[in-house]
Every structure is written in structure tokens, then in C-alpha cells.
T-cell receptor, first 111, second 114 residues
Framework: KQEVTQIPAALSVPEGENLVLNCSFTDSAIYNLQWFRQDPGKGLTSLLLIQSSQREQTSGRLNASLDKSSGRSTLYIAASQPGDSATYLCAVEGSQGNLIFGKGTKLSVKP | DTAVSQTPKYLVTQMGNDKSIKCEQN?????MYWYKQDSKKFLKIMFS???????INETVPNRFSPKSPDKAHLNLHINSLELGDSAVYFC?????????????FGPGTRLTVL
């Protein structure tokens, strides 16, 4: 059974710092891996999707990597801003399209 | 234009009642989902429909019954509500063919059972 773990559970950094969020999964047979952002009381916003054949994806200050063989992904955020404060969720897609989520990393960027 | 919409946004009801949550997507996607986010913020799949056909039915009590009248709609009906059903329910949609694309989530429906 696929399990997704995110470390750390919470992270507080000063503005401007570069940071890395970690995600690991137990079964390497995934279709893709997705990173989402969730603001308090809101839905999920997709940040990046990495297909199983890809190694990384970039969007603006965000870069996500995928190492299927070791069951790991990282989300790199450059030059963090207070507006980046949110919970970041990692999810892997199974064979039937369902996403299996980690418990998230709650990020706080202090001005 | 709202991509994935849910109604209502908030639902407060008594134990034992029956309630429905509606979901609509205007993205032309072929697959729709219901997820439950519990009090610890953990998100878990409940159901998945592809072109109106049920694909995934996780270990959800049969008090929960999804209904997909067409590709753009996936409604969730809950019978005999229990305290433990209190959670935020998210609808999502995606295009799975020819290659899985990202899932788009609705804003969520916060259900409180008293």
C-alpha cells in the first residue's frame, strides 16, 4: 500500500531564504507526482506536476525533482516571500488516477 | 470562470439527517473525484468517476453515494449523517487520457454534524 511522507511537518524561515521541502513514497510504481499549495480555509492549488518519466519541473521560483527509484521528491523554493506561507502537499498518482497525499508541510515565511 | 465549483460551501446539520453536496467542472475533463480532509488536515480519496462510471470506491461507508448525471457533474449524497462525517469535502477533476494531467480542486465544502 502506497504511503507518502513529508518532512518537515512545519517550517519557519525568514524572508529571502531558499528552502527545500521533502516528500518520500514507498511504492515507486507511480504515474506522476504533484505538489500542491493549500491556504487556510481554501482548496488546493496545483504547483507542479512531474510525470513518472521526468526528473524535474520548474515554475518561477519553484523547482521540483523526482527520483522514482529512491522514492523521493523535493520542492525547492527560491528567495522565499511572506506570500509563500501556506501548507504544501505532495501527492502521488496511482494506477486509477487517485492521488495519495502526504500530511503536508506547513510553511511560514517571516517578513 | 470557476473551473471546479461546489455547493454549498458550508453545511451544518444534525445527526441522522441526509444531505447532498454538488460539484460541477467546466474544464471538459473526463474524470472527477471526491476527497475527504479530516480534522488533522489529511486528504484521502473517497470516489472517482471516469466518464460517468465509478472507478474507485475506497472503504467508505455505504451511507455515502456518489451520483454522476453527466461528465461535468459528480454529486455526493450522504445518508444518516454521523458526528464522524464532519470534515471538509473536496471535489476535483482531471483529464486522464491520453496522459494524466494535474487535478483541479474545488474550494471545498465544510460539513459540520451536530
Amino acid at each position: 500500500k502506497q504511503e507518502v511522507t513529508q518532512i518537515p511537518a512545519a517550517l519557519s524561515v525568514p524572508e529571502g531564504e531558499n528552502l527545500v521541502l521533502n516528500c518520500s513514497f514507498t511504492d515507486s510504481a507511480i504515474y506522476n507526482l504533484q505538489w500542491f499549495r493549500q491556504d487556510p480555509g481554501k482548496g488546493l492549488t496545483s504547483l507542479l506536476l512531474i510525470q513518472s518519466s521526468q526528473r524535474e519541473q520548474t515554475s518561477g521560483r519553484l523547482n521540483a525533482s523526482l527520483d522514482k527509484s529512491s522514492g523521493r521528491s523535493t520542492l525547492y523554493i527560491a528567495a522565499s516571500q511572506p506570500g509563500d506561507s501556506a501548507t504544501y502537499l505532495c501527492a502521488v498518482e496511482g494506477s486509477q488516477g487517485n492521488l495519495i497525499f502526504g500530511k503536508g508541510t506547513k510553511l511560514s515565511v517571516k517578513p | 470562470d470557476t473551473a471546479v465549483s461546489q455547493t454549498p460551501k458550508y453545511l451544518v446539520t444534525q445527526m441522522g439527517n441526509d444531505k447532498s453536496i454538488k460539484c460541477e467542472q467546466n474544464l471538459g475533463h473526463d474524470t472527477m473525484y471526491w476527497y475527504k480532509q479530516d480534522s488533522k488536515k489529511f486528504l484521502k480519496i473517497m470516489f472517482s468517476y471516469n466518464n460517468k462510471e465509478l472507478i474507485i470506491n475506497e472503504t467508505v461507508p455505504n451511507r455515502f453515494s456518489p451520483k454522476s448525471p453527466d461528465k461535468a457533474h459528480l454529486n455526493l449524497h450522504i445518508n444518516s449523517l454521523e458526528l464522524g462525517d464532519s470534515a471538509v469535502y473536496f471535489c476535483a477533476s482531471s483529464q486522464r487520457r491520453p496522459e494524466s494531467d494535474t487535478q483541479y480542486f474545488g474550494p471545498g465544502t465544510r460539513l459540520t454534524v451536530l
